[in-house]
């Protein structure tokens, strides 16, 4: 090859590679550039629409109510103490009392603190109810309410894909089914259970406003679970003194 060809060759590879590089970073700042809601704590959460629901794509952070009260940090070691004596104050934790996990996976919230009447969402914005993650599966083509556990197939279309936040870093295939075409990127925050915080990395574990309609309606809240092994999305219910993760949708939802 001459000179004479070289040089036009190597101008053309360049522009080329120039090109390229602008369009990634143009595809990267698109994603990172829609549309947004801040909380009272100035954490700024991305918004998805699916259907006709606009969900947060985050999970909740925030530390204090709307009205600027704090929610109060809560401690593992009451929670059995607070279901014996009827205990219905509003707690927040970070699981393993880590800032470093509230930071990506979010907070970790009691019902009551859920269904304070002073409202952990932002304006606009509520927790989202039980009819509300029906609508949500239904939508992307499952069955909410399908015996025994729910839809076994929307899950992986409603989680983050890759093993970045999921299952074990160490094998590739171990968030099984994860595509996250829906937008959600759910995570995998885990929950407080009786005061032992359980499956961070391998659960997501999310509040709804709605109370169990049996056997128990005093003391149990439905909830709305995803996993790493499998592409469940399971309506299940726990003790209200738990904690386990939010999401909020904006009030235009329906």
Sequence with gaps: MTIKKVIPFLLVLCISILFLNSCKKSASTDTASGPTVTDIDGNVYHIVTIGTQMWMVENLRVKHYRNGDPILNGSPSLIM?????????????????????????????????VKDARTVAPIGWHVASD???????????????????????????????GVAH???????????????ISGWTGLPGGFLYQGVFNSLRSGGVWWTTTTMQSPNPLNEAYIFTLTYYNKNATRAATFKPDACSIRCLNDKSR
Excluded: M
């Design 81 to 113: 103490r607070a279901d014996s004596i009827g205990d219905t104050t509003g707690y927040v934790y970070a699981f393993d009392n880590s800032q470093a996990n509230a930071n990506v996976y979010g907070l970790l919230y009691n019902w009551y603190a």
């Design 131 to 161: 009819g509300e993650f029906e609508a949500l599966v239904d939508h992307l083509g499952g069955n909410y309410h399908l015996y025994p556990y729910g839809d076994t197939t929307v899950g992986g279309e409603l989680k983050e894909a």
């Design 166 to 180: 999921w299952g074990d870093p160490r094998v590739p295939n171990s968030n099984f089914g994860a595509t996250n």
